[in-house]
């Protein structure tokens, strides 16, 4: 964990116009800055920050955040790895906080991996362009395969020479702990002796989502029967190969824009369609997808189309890990590459504009295509048939999401079709699958959770009271989210001489009950918290960044910025542009009759702009709020008294009503209001 303190040196020192202007042309306008959003594509530019704010908002797809978000929806970093990447772009130290001796020895580990891989990739860099064995075999081998020296550049694509410890003994002199450079697979031991292990082969880095190399994929160059044709980093702390996807970073801003990501097998193929042009590109290495890669895909989009050879082993390879991608809801399409073409040859056969044309032609629904291999291999066989029934009803129950409903009925008609069997039959087979999977997922709660839900299902029956249209009715999101938006901007102020304004509305808001938005609670109570604890912190940066994503971006979206205080307006009327306390030894009204004797009503108001109305606002906010809960304790008074009660019961109802009327009577007489609905 990096140390609270670290976390606010970078929070002091980042600067939203520069991070963000790193990656979008900005232009000012006003007090804020204008730009094209790198979220959605737009012509005209609707994406504005505010360094004043420090927060951004597209007005076009409705994103907003902080810097830190910014860099985590941009470059997809998790939160951690975001504020890495703010450090060491403003050269601040890291210093990070450990749960546990156990746990400080797994991330020194894991660092000590990354630095040696790095320091590998540069060896191998090193020995493909500056040497004549690297220039002859390795740069040979790659030109022949068609790729450019920029595209070679960009992936780090390397070369291990001949020698039996070249990087082994580069290594050592460079002081790397053998136990570590064992670990990474670089080096291995023979006879007692440590050597290099991917010597005479091309060197592919693979990198996780942020850049950094995890491991490397080493393919043989010389005809070897024994010799495999490609060595993998072994497991480590770092290299997990069923969570890493290959050309994920070079990729994942591609993969957004596109809103779709292709799916193919090697490394060549990712580094063929990229130099074509097509990014959106990332390889599976050629195992079975699994859960991690699936969920890596869809933290960018939920399209994915697979693009396979079209031999069998390519059919066979491209079925794998369906029902996986359905459970992760993923849209799957396939492409098959004819003519026994890989998208490697293919792409370098045809040219980027004729494979895109026929990937966007030749996309098969991936549960049709593998109904219609299983119907192939069934023939005529009623048994093979009926199994086939059977795996495509489970296929299609895995389809198991709310907003899936249409998707998995539209399936069940189409492959009942196919299948020649009763559109109702497949549909209950479906439900059966799905039942099963219920009762199994049900079977492992707890017996103290499904207790609880029985309870509670109990007492709502006996309560007869319909919460939910309760709620939707009278749920106070405005005035909550209102009150909440004034302690943002204001509760740093003075209320009186000896209390801020967060004072004055923590001691209004002390029944929490009175609030239903749980973000609007979570801030008042870490407000609260910090008011207590450290007064001197509290403004609205604080929360702007705080660690918790979701309680900042609850901050964000109170301080949005739609309108923009007119500069014009401000220099033609407001007291700035004639009066100002300590020039002169004038009141406002004195200022005007000197200025303008007559009728100086508007020209007064005008110039009376500027004054500090924050108590004004205050009271406002916290007493629609107040008023708006009086209203649903009114009714829900009311509702009470309509049931059967004791002559006792029934004289406090009536006096609790009594009372809530005179509340709201005097409420509405402070906040000028007549009804609310």
């Known amino acids: 964990m990096i140390a609270p303190q670290t976390i606010q040196q970078i929070m002091s020192r980042t600067d939203i116009i520069d991070v963000i202007g790193s990656f979008v042309k900005l232009k000012r306008r006003g007090t804020n800055y204008l730009g094209l959003c790198p979220f959605h594509n737009e012509k005209t530019p609707s994406f504005t920050v505010s360094?004043?704010?420090?927060?951004?908002?597209?007005?076009?797809?409705?994103?907003?955040?902080?810097?830190?978000?910014?860099?985590m929806e941009h470059e997809k970093y998790s939160y951690v790895e975001a504020l890495k990447w703010l450090a060491n772009r403003y050269g601040i130290e890291i210093e990070e906080t450990f749960i546990s001796d156990e746990q400080r020895l797994q991330l020194q580990a894991a660092d000590s991996l990354y630095i040696i891989n790095q320091f590998a990739q540069q060896f191998f860099t090193r020995q493909l362009f500056e040497t004549p064995e690297g220039q002859d075999i390795g740069l040979a081998y790659f030109k022949e395969r068609g790729f450019r020296e920029d595209i070679i550049r960009k992936f780090q694509l390397g070369y291990s020479p001949e020698q039996k410890d070249a990087f082994t003994r580069e290594a050592l002199a460079k002081q790397y702990n053998r136990e570590l450079?064992?670990?990474?697979?670089?080096?291995?031991?023979?006879?007692?002796?440590?050597?290099?292990?991917?010597?005479?082969?091309?060197?592919?880095?693979?990198?996780?989502?942020?850049?950094?190399?995890?491991?490397?994929?080493?393919?043989?160059?010389?005809?070897?029967?024994?010799?495999?044709?490609?060595?993998?980093?072994?497991?480590?702390?770092?290299?997990?190969?069923?969570?890493?996807?290959?050309?994920?970073?070079?990729?994942?801003?591609?993969?957004?824009?596109?809103?779709?990501?292709?799916?193919?097998?090697?490394?060549?193929?990712?580094?063929?369609?990229?130099?074509?042009?097509?990014?959106?590109?990332?390889?599976?290495?050629?195992?079975?997808?699994?859960?991690?890669?699936?969920?890596?895909?869809?933290?960018?989009?939920?399209?994915?189309?697979?693009?396979?050879?079209?031999?069998?082993?390519?059919?066979?390879?491209?079925?794998?890990?369906?029902?996986?991608?359905?459970?992760?809801?993923?849209?799957?399409?396939?492409?098959?590459i004819p003519d026994k073409e890989d998208p490697d040859s293919y792409v370098n056969k045809v040219g980027a504009a004729e494979f895109i044309r026929f990937v966007q032609k030749n996309r098969k629904d991936f549960i049709l295509f593998q109904l219609e291999v299983a119907l192939q291999d069934a023939g005529n066989d009623s048994q093979k048939?009926?199994?086939?029934?059977?795996?495509?009803?489970?296929?299609?129950?895995?389809?198991?999401?709310?907003?899936?409903?249409?998707?998995?009925?539209?399936?069940?008609?189409?492959?009942?079709?196919?299948?020649?069997?009763?559109?109702?039959?497949?549909?209950?087979?479906?439900?059966?699958?799905?039942?099963e999977r219920v009762v199994t997922q049900e079977r492992k709660q707890a017996e103290t959770e499904t207790r609880s839900f029985e309870e509670n299902a109990r007492q709502a029956e006996q309560t007869n009271f319909d919460e939910a249209?309760?709620?939707?009715?009278?749920?106070?999101?405005?005035?909550?989210?209102?009150?909440?938006?004034?302690?943002?901007?204001?509760?740093?102020?003075?209320?009186?001489?000896?209390?801020?304004?967060?004072?004055?509305?923590?001691?209004?808001?002390?029944?929490?009950?009175?609030?239903?938005?749980?973000?609007?609670?979570?801030?008042?109570?870490?407000?609260?918290?910090?008011?207590?604890?450290?007064?001197?912190?509290?403004?609205?940066?604080?929360?702007?960044?705080?660690?918790?994503?979701?309680?900042?971006?609850?901050?964000?979206?109170?301080?949005?910025?739609?309108?923009?205080?007119s500069t014009h307006w401000r220099q033609e009327f407001s007291q700035s542009s004639g009066y100002q306390k300590g020039l002169f030894e004038q009141s406002y009204e004195d200022f005007i009759k000197t200025i303008a004797p007559g009728n100086n009503d508007r020209l007064l108001g005008f110039l009376k702009m500027d004054e500090d109305k924050t108590n004004e606002e205050v009271e406002s906010a916290i007493n629609y709020l107040k008023l708006r809960k009086i209203k649903r304790l009114l009714l829900e008074n009311q509702l009470d008294l309509e049931k059967e009660h004791t002559p006792d019961e029934f004289h406090m109802l009536h006096q609790t009503h009594e009372h809530l009327k005179q509340m709201e009577m005097e409420l509405t007489r402070k906040t000028g209001a007549v009804i609310i609905r």
Request: charged letters at 25%.
């Open 51 to 71: 360094p004043g704010k420090e927060i951004y908002k597209c007005f076009g797809c409705g994103k907003s955040g902080n810097t830190v978000s910014f860099i």
């Open 385 to 435: 048939k009926s199994a086939v029934v059977n795996r495509m009803a489970e296929t299609i129950s895995r389809i198991n999401k709310a907003e899936d409903f249409t998707r998995q009925q539209d399936y069940i008609k189409q492959c009942a079709e196919l299948l020649k069997i009763d559109e109702a039959g497949l549909h209950s087979l479906v439900n059966k699958f799905i039942r």
């Open 469 to 565: 249209t309760f709620s939707l009715l009278f749920k106070d999101e405005l005035q909550e989210r209102e009150v909440a938006r004034i302690l943002l901007e204001y509760g740093n102020r003075k209320w009186t001489d000896n209390r801020l304004v967060a004072d004055y509305i923590m001691e209004e808001m002390v029944d929490e009950s009175l609030l239903d938005n749980t973000d609007v609670l979570q801030l008042i109570r870490v407000f609260r918290d910090l008011l207590q604890q450290h007064p001197e912190t509290i403004n609205r940066s604080f929360f702007i960044h705080h660690p918790d994503t979701r309680l900042s971006a609850f901050a964000v979206s109170l301080l949005n910025f739609p309108y923009e205080e």
């Open 181 to 336: 450079l064992l670990k990474t697979g670089l080096v291995a031991n023979r006879y007692d002796q440590l050597q290099d292990n991917y010597r005479g082969r091309v060197i592919f880095p693979v990198h996780n989502h942020s850049g950094k190399v995890l491991g490397f994929g080493a393919r043989i160059l010389k005809t070897q029967e024994k010799a495999p044709k490609y060595i993998n980093t072994p497991e480590n702390e770092i290299y997990i190969k069923s969570k890493i996807l290959y050309g994920s970073y070079f990729a994942r801003q591609a993969i957004d824009k596109a809103d779709e990501c292709l799916l193919v097998e090697g490394y060549t193929d990712v580094i063929s369609l990229h130099q074509a042009g097509i990014e959106n590109v990332v390889a599976s290495g050629g195992t079975s997808l699994t859960p991690d890669q699936l969920r890596l895909i869809r933290k960018y989009t939920n399209n994915l189309t697979i693009v396979y050879d079209g031999d069998a082993a390519g059919v066979k390879a491209a079925l794998r890990g369906l029902d996986l991608a359905l459970e992760e809801g993923l849209n799957v399409k396939l492409v098959l």
